[in-house]
């Protein structure tokens, strides 16, 4: 049953009608047309359910349909729960009272009530969804603009790095083993999503509630382009080939053939294997890897694009590149045994040592001794979409039952007579400047890895099913662990703390943000210590009371986020359309009250994902003085990955809520410790199973 793919759309977010792209020429007459516009569309799926070849077609375009918009909230209930949020954050009374003037200003201002009415007319106007290409939420041109106008270099400031299981059989398949079996894997899935096999996502499956598969269109054969103030997404039609790295050398590998067979895992393991045997020594380390041009700031990365694209041989060279399903990095490092090395080889090819190409949409990298690791482009899509991927191929790779009972499909077999699926270096001729350009892009960002600072807590004395049995969130426990461990380091509990929450229940809905500082988080992180030093039945149990008001204060909040009812997403598109209008509430008292750039510089920026091919998320904090938690929660385990910098880090300035962030030069800011983050945090988490063992009093007596 054939399945009626429209033309893949991606999104600009300086423009708002669809055009063809006006890229380089593809690297030769069969390679895939290439398409960009500025918000994607539904797919046109005629199928309904049914089985070949062992698997069942899915109707994507019905269970897009089933899903709910996005709410947009009242503007006065947001401005309530900014003010719930920020209370923490607020050091004094006076403080407060500031703050509460500087909101209550805001929403009685009538430029506030006119950002409200056109954000709700554009939201309901259908006439706004066609201009957009679809019924679309209300906080996404605004988000995609945020991303794709960010100036700051894609690696660690954004692109995260999540570190997968070694498959069961690596020491058997070895390096191009690995890399066979996941990449046949991934071209697999992408064929099946083009055929309509692919099953579509749910938060509940028992009860038949839809996930958004908007960003699925965009998983496959993507690339931001590097344009002056603001970038572009590309998406190549029918893509057939990966790119793959090693050394400073990139290749094009066919995958696919012209019938839509796929390349099996056995022959592009033999194709991966005689690419490593004829470069087993890494190159010397003044050979350019032009891919290092992706890991710097955009607006001179676009100029030095368009320098090397002025060159027919290289511009033909990076259409192979950008059009590629996915990149694979081969490398020469072995990083199996040691934490530190092997996050930071998946955050920034440990600095630069190994060559990334930081644009494309993914990238699947494999070491030496066959430790593996996705790092991919933020800006089309959420740690969510990766990890249901991954958690597919990653079962399929291992021999175990794919989550939920899903199947993989299985795709024809591409005949060697058909598929030419030799590797093909693409060539470059680097002028004068572009050499100069390689080299100073190497240097710069090799000093940014250099100060950025890894550690993992690998926490075993028990996971999310212990702290169930306590009748507590585990996200709540662990969020509070987080806070404790930094008051411990810090002495400052008035700190913005962010968690991201996905609101894929929503068409098009991407994320929302947590706000775990709550005045029950605050309450507890700033007595849990001078009560467990009591040593005493009643200290505990007060403590007890502290946590259990802290972990359910969270969950509500955590519960109103992923129903689309948070502060962040709201406030930032008003501020945005204000910007955008050239309203002067831009300027208005609530975005420029002190609280607000504390509200919006999270100290600690936390992320969890979750799956059974996991080991941890990975990526840079978001400021010059805070940290960076990426983490997963097992039954009996939990896995945080802790980033901090040691030096002023290369932000290009860039900042959520219209907050600049600049370099630290107070001497009195905190001095972050990774190490000393990670050994409080899981210290906390100890103290936290002691607190939750005592009953607790019906009241907290302090």
């Avoid at 100060?451 to 049995?469: H, N, P, R």
């Avoid at 208005?588 to 920026?605: C, E, I, Y």
Wanted: hydrophobic fraction near 40%; proline fraction near 6%; charged fraction near 20%.
């Amino acid at each position: 049953m054939a399945v009626q793919f429209p033309r893949h759309l991606v999104y600009s977010a300086s423009q708002n009608t669809s055009r063809t792209s006006k890229m380089v020429p593809a690297i030769a007459s069969s390679s895939p047309r290439r398409c960009a516009a500025h918000q994607t569309q539904a797919r046109t799926l005629s199928a309904t359910s049914g089985s070949n070849n062992g698997g069942n077609y899915f109707d994507w375009n019905a269970h897009q349909v089933s899903i709910p918009r996005l709410p947009l909230p009242k503007l006065s209930e947001t401005l309530a729960r900014y003010l719930q949020a920020v209370t923490p954050l607020c050091t004094d009374l006076a403080e407060l009272a500031a703050t509460r003037e500087a909101v209550e200003a805001f929403g009685a201002s009538p430029e506030a009530q006119q950002l409200q009415s056109i954000l709700e007319q554009r939201d309901n106007d259908g006439a706004q969804h066609r201009k957009l290409g679809t019924a679309t939420s209300y906080v996404r041109p605004f988000w995609n603009t945020m991303y794709l106008g960010g100036r700051y270099p894609v690696p660690i400031n954004s692109n995260p790095a999540v570190h997968l299981k070694d498959l069961p059989h690596r020491a058997n398949l070895g390096q191009c083993g690995v890399a066979g079996q996941l990449a046949a894997a991934m071209a697999r899935w992408y064929v099946g999503m083009k055929s309509g096999r692919i099953e579509p996502d749910f938060n509940d499956k028992a009860k038949n509630v839809p996930a958004c598969m908007e960003e699925y269109e965009v998983l496959f054969a993507e690339q931001r382009i590097p344009r002056k103030d603001i970038d572009e997404l590309i998406v190549a039609e029918d893509s057939k080939h990966i790119a793959v790295v090693r050394g400073a050398d990139i290749y094009r590998v066919n995958v696919i053939d012209d019938s839509g067979a796929v390349a099996t895992a056995e022959r592009l393991t033999d194709v991966l294997q005689a690419l490593v045997d004829a470069t087993p020594t890494p190159p010397a380390s003044n050979t350019p890897r032009v891919g290092n041009l992706t890991s710097q700031e955009r607006n001179w990365w676009a100029a030095e694009r368009e320098e090397l694209c002025r060159t027919p041989l290289n511009a033909a060279s990076l259409a192979a590149i950008d059009d590629a399903l996915f990149v694979v990095g081969l490398d020469y490092a072995s990083v199996i045994g040691d934490d530190v090395a092997r996050m930071a080889w998946g955050l920034h090819g440990l600095g630069g040592v190994e060559h990334r190409w930081y644009d494309k949409n993914f990238t699947l990298l494999v070491a030496s001794d066959g430790a593996t690791c996705v790092n991919f482009e933020h800006a089309p899509y959420d740690g969510a979409t990766v990890v249901r991927l991954m958690e597919d191929v990653w079962a399929e790779t291992a021999g175990v039952p794919l989550p939920s009972g899903r199947a993989l499909p299985s795709p024809p077999v591409a005949q060697t007579s058909s598929l030419d699926a030799t590797p093909q270096r693409l060539p470059f001729d680097l002028s004068p400047r572009s050499i100069a350009a390689v080299q100073h892009a190497t240097e710069k960002f090799c000093s940014f890895a250099d100060i950025t600072k890894l550690a993992l807590v690998d926490f075993k004395d028990f996971g999310k099913s212990e702290m169930k049995s306590w009748k507590m969130s585990p996200d709540g426990c662990i969020q509070m662990a987080y806070q404790l461990a930094y008051f411990r380091l810090h002495n400052d509990a008035s700190i913005s703390v962010y968690e991201s929450c996905s609101t894929k229940g929503f068409l098009r809905g991407r994320t929302e943000a947590i706000r775990p500082n709550t005045t029950a988080a605050s309450a507890f992180v700033t007595h849990a210590d001078k009560l467990l030093a009591q040593g005493s039945v009643e200290g505990l149990a007060q403590a007890r009371s502290l946590l259990d008001a802290a972990t359910a204060q969270h969950r509500v909040v955590a519960q109103a986020a992923s129903k689309g009812n948070g502060v962040d997403r709201h406030l930032f598109s008003l501020l945005s359309l204000a910007n955008e209008i050239g309203s002067p509430a831009a300027n208005a008292s609530l975005f420029t009250d002190p609280t607000w750039t504390k509200f919006n510089t999270s100290v600690l920026s936390t992320s969890n994902v979750n799956g059974t091919s996991l080991v941890v998320l990975g990526f840079g904090a978001v400021c010059p003085q805070g940290y960076g938690l990426g983490y997963t929660v097992e039954d009996n385990a939990v896995r945080v990955c802790v980033s901090n910098y040691i030096g002023d880090p290369d932000t290009g300035g860039s900042g959520f809520g219209g907050v600049t962030v600049a370099a630290s030069d107070d001497d009195n800011a905190p001095k972050t410790n990774c190490d000393a983050m990670a050994a409080a945090i899981s210290q906390a988490l100890r103290d936290i199973r002691t607190i939750a063992a005592a009953p607790a009093l019906p009241k907290a007596k302090l």
